[in-house]
């Protein structure tokens, strides 16, 4: 197909996906390291926090969310009624895989007085073993807001290592990691910088700890998008996936955005296309559904952190 006839295709499914999204009663959910295209169509960017919020809110009938399947079960906990969207069935987050709700009840057993807290990154099961969750953009306050002294933090270490810099408090890591950040090295760093000599560092808390020692700043990815617009005119070395440069071209166009590395692909978020988004609205599958009994515990602990 030549770029025209391609450009035409684009137009016509990107048509046709507005028409399906008025006819369902439709909202489209899509995180920040989706394709270009998919962020293009999105009623709704941003970050886990913000597309959680926003799915406990919204009072469309059905959600679309481009994204990966412990985004779209936290849609679907907080928002029984509706129905939930996962236009690529099979788009998991690997690290979510890497804790499971048996071994979160086996560390209760081991340490019985410390508080749970899990990432949103983990299933619906290992949410509904924990006492709170949290996002990149609230775990520092989700912690500090725990009476206990002592913590289990799941799944990913690096994001309970950052926690513990602003903590007195003991935290228990699982060693769990994300595979796009957790690649990340002080080298990489030393080069971009080397490039980019009077860019700022920005990386994601799913960074190594020393990764995050040679940065500027840390923050979840719309964090990122908050902090490059609001000091417009700067560069900006990015550590975080991809993805994310597209949203920062579109909503801060007089920041110079550089990758921290190419490498930096989350290939679960790619699986979302136009065609998928369109096949979802077209057919109202796959949907996403908790078990009642899962979810209602695990709705109490997605539900404490958003009370904060
Ligand atoms: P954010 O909540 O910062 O968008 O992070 C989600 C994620 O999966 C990071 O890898
Ligand atoms: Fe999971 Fe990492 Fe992909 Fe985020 S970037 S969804 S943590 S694998």
Not at 161 to 180: M, N, Q, S
Not at 185 to 197: F, Q, W, Y
Not at 202 to 213: N, T
Request: proline share 5%; with cysteine; net charge negative.
């Amino acid at each position: 197909m030549d770029r025209h006839t391609a450009q035409l295709e684009n137009d016509r499914i990107v048509q046709d996906i507005l028409r399906l999204k008025e006819e369902r009663g439709a909202t489209i959910l899509a995180h920040n390291y989706q394709l270009p295209e998919v962020q293009d169509i999105a009623d709704l960017l941003g970050d886990s926090l913000e597309l959680a919020r926003a799915a406990a809110s919204l009072d469309s009938r059905v959600i679309v969310f481009c994204g990966v399947n412990f985004m779209a079960e936290t849609a679907a906990i907080l928002s029984p009624d509706k129905t939930v969207l996962l236009p690529a069935g099979d788009a998991c987050c690997p690290m979510a895989e890497m804790i499971t709700a048996e071994e979160v009840r086996s560390l209760r057993e081991r340490f019985p007085d410390a508080a749970v807290v899990c990432y949103v990154n983990t299933t619906a099961g290992v949410k509904a073993e924990s006492d709170i969750c949290c996002t990149s953009a609230n775990a520092v306050e989700v912690v500090r807001s725990l009476d206990e002294e002592q913590v289990i933090f799941v799944p990913d270490r690096n994001l309970a290592r950052y926690v513990a810099r602003f903590t007195d408090k003991e935290i228990l890591p699982w060693e769990g990691y994300c595979y796009v950040h957790d690649q990340y090295t002080p080298e990489d760093v030393r080069r971009a910088k080397a490039l980019h000599p009077d860019a700022e560092v920005l990386v994601h808390p799913e960074c190594r700890p020393e990764v995050i020692d040679l940065a500027d700043y840390v923050y979840s990815t719309s964090g990122m998008t908050r902090h490059a617009c609001s000091n417009p005119g700067k560069e900006y070395i990015i550590g975080t996936e991809v993805g994310m440069l597209h949203r920062l071209y579109r909503e801060c166009p007089a920041a110079a955005c550089h990758p921290l590395s190419e490498r930096a692909v989350c290939y679960n978020m790619k699986k979302t296309d136009l065609a998928k988004v369109h096949a979802a609205l077209a057919t109202l599958k796959p949907g996403v559904v908790v078990p009642e009994e899962v979810a209602v515990r695990a709705r109490a602990a997605i539900e404490r952190m958003l009370a904060l």
